[in-house]
């Protein structure tokens, strides 16, 4: 007996079996790309954790100097 969705990433057909680790994702990399993406929306969120440290506030205008 086997599921079959649509990987949310990629639209491809995948399985729901146990036999599929990355489910419902059709691959592992579907399943790192899913999770990347919104691991790095939360990374994005809490950017100053200790402003003591960090008292140059010109250089946050800085962004092209890199
Ligand atoms: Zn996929």
Redesign the pocket.
Known sequence: MTTKVL?P??Q?S?SLAVSNPYRP???ER?KLIDLGSWASEEYKIPAEDSPSLDQDESSANNDNEH
Do not use: I, P
């Open positions: 990987c990433r990629c491809k995948s994702f059709c691959s579907c």
